[in-house]
């Protein structure tokens, strides 16, 4: 009995043994991922088949952990890689940024210090010739007027690049936001005249006061009505100021100035806010300026926490909307 | 000697008009790029001074259109851009001399000099 069954058994077991070994071929190609079977009703075949299929499923296991880290590494890597890329790339166009500035800045200086020099060489000359032009006069009026037109320029430079290095304070205050608009105004009234303007306010009757740096504010409101008053002719600036609140129920504040003068075109309605830009290039020769005061103005907006934006079409006037929070609160975040 | 001025500022083109006047040259005066390559083409001056920054068309722009047609009539640049890069541009564009504004007059009375015929 014993004998027979052995025998039995030993060629029963060797056939299990080819089956299995025959499955496991797929094995070779490093595939874990399968069951072998055993068609041989014996009990030392099974126990082989349940050891084989343990080892092939911890082998499976495994492999599909090594990959999953792997996947997880690559996953890492290529966050990482992203977060460098975009850093390396902001970094460097906030250099191309500064070196445009640079070059911008140093060919607005030049251009009034040419006329300054070479005006005063130009009299110098005439003088030593004995015959001082009668041209003079005008002479010296154009170099006061560049040399004015430089300070306006290092004032503006000044202005942004201490707010850029972060050595601008804000003071804060508790004011009447309707007495500040009109005594703003009045400063600007000779210029307003000047080109033949008409100033309207559009004030609510009372309004509560509010909160902020009220300094900034004028640098702002005066930049913005001088650019008003300074564009149009013959026609009319109104200042308008309401409050209003926003989705996180603020209060917010707004003054808009609208003016019936050129208008700025699209393609031009967003350049206007970068430094040293002019929507016309013959500007600066027929109005003055720098190109600089909406940079500083967005910038100063933006550090009382608010903003500035631009309704206009071309030819038909221009309206200037700058919006801040009633109450200004210190953030702790760099403008 | 008959010289071109290409200016767009118009205080800094008359002060260097009338400092050429007074020193007896002939000169002639363009406001943009456009009329400055018209001149030239007309007028034949013996030397062009040009700024970069002008409307239309700017300096780079007009010196290639001039010097198609003229190789040898000698441009000197002034320009109030003054970074390395646009002398370097200058002279590899054929102009014969850089000049960054405020402009040293001298010197240019000197440039102009060395291309009298
Ligand atoms: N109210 C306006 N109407 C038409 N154009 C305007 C107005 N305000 C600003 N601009 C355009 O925006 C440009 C930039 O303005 P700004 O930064 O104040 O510089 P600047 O006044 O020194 O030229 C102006 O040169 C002008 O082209
Ligand atoms: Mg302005």
Redesign the interface.
Known sequence: MLTSNMQIDISQLHTAMREISDQLCQAVNGDFNFVVHCSIADEEAEKLTLLVNFVLSAAARAIDQRELQTANLDKIVAERTAMLTEAKESAEAASQAKSQFL?SM???L??P???????S??IL?ELEDGAPGA?THNDLM?IRD?GRHLLGLINDVLDLSRIEAGQTDIFPEYFDPLAFTRSTAATLHTLIQSKGNVLKFELPDQTGRIHTDMGKVRQCLINILGNAAKFTEHGSITLGYRESSSKDHRRYVEWWIKDTGPGIGPDQIQKIFEAFTQAD??IN?RYGGTGLGLTLTTTLCRMLGGDIRVESTLGQGSTFIMRLPGYYQATGINP | MIILVAEDDSRNREMLVRRLLRRNYSVLEAENGLSVVEMAKAQHPDIILMDIAMPELNGWEALAQIHAVYPELPVIILSAHSMIDDQRRAISAGAVAYLSKPIDFDRLLIKIEQFRR
Not at chain 1, 113 to 119: E, M, P, Q, R, S
């Open positions: 070059a140093s060919h607005e030049r251009t210090l040419n006329a300054v020099i070479g005006y060489e130009l000359e041209n154009v560049a290039g013959s020769r």
